[in-house]
């Protein structure tokens, strides 16, 4: 079963910060899913990605494969961005795993 | 919005009981996903049905059921409630067997 680690677990930043969340899993994948969770509960899924990058607007994810590792960057980081983000790996016979996420407050 | 459909919003009830999720995938997609979120288990995977068929199945107790039907809505059914039951159940849908997610709103269970 694979596991899967991020870092920071919470991390609070200033409004226009640079914003990076580290996610690292044991075994190897097909796909790597990237989800944001609101206050409020809601899951909207931000990114799905199997190698190199994708970028939407201010966020941008990337993975590397042989390093088992990807990153979600933040660019000029605003309140609104204030969320659970959660990775999660995997989504064949054993559905997916999920990360315990990372809880970002950005202050303006 | 999502487009993916949860009732009810909100439910309450007792140790033992049973109760049933209800989940309208978006149009289209013809696969729903059954997530648990609990405080101190975090997010989990359930159940995954693809047209009518189960393709996927992760940590889901022997109390709770599901299925998907025909016109694709699934219902996940939770029996012998217990305090732990107590969480956010959410569920979600892709077009295809695998692929991105596109989430429900969840439904909070709270078993007394």
């Known amino acids: 079963k694979n596991e899967v680690e991020q870092s920071p677990q919470n991390l609070t930043a200033q409004e226009g910060e640079f914003i990076t969340i580290n996610c690292s899993y044991s075994?190897?994948?097909?796909?790597l899913h990237w989800l944001q969770q609101h206050p409020g509960g809601g899951i909207v899924s931000l990114f799905m990605l199997s190698s190199g990058k994708k970028k939407h607007g201010r966020l941008i994810a990337t993975i590397n494969i042989q390093e088992k590792h990807s990153s979600l960057h933040i660019t000029a980081s605003h309140p609104r961005d204030s969320a659970v983000y959660i990775c999660?790996?995997?989504?064949?016979?054993?559905?997916?795993?999920f990360g315990k996420g990372t809880h970002l407050i950005i202050q303006p | 919005d999502s487009g993916v459909t949860q009732t009810p919003k909100h439910l309450i009830t007792a140790t033992g009981q049973r109760v049933t999720l209800r989940c309208s995938p978006r149009s289209g997609d013809l696969s729903v996903y059954w997530y648990q979120q609990s405080l101190d288990q975090g997010l989990q995977f359930l159940i995954q049905y693809y047209n009518g068929e189960e393709r996927a199945k992760g940590n889901i107790l022997e109390r709770f059921s599901a299925q998907q039907f025909p016109d694709l809505h699934s219902e996940l059914n939770l029996s012998s409630l217990e305090l732990g039951d107590s969480a956010l159940y959410f569920c979600?849908?892709?077009?295809?067997?695998?692929?991105?997610?596109?989430f429900g709103p969840g439904t909070r269970l709270t078993v007394l």
């Open positions: 999660a790996v995997g989504g064949g016979a054993d559905g997916l795993t």
């Open positions: 979600a849908s892709s077009p295809g067997r695998a692929g991105e997610q596109f």
């Open positions: 075994v190897g994948i097909s796909a």
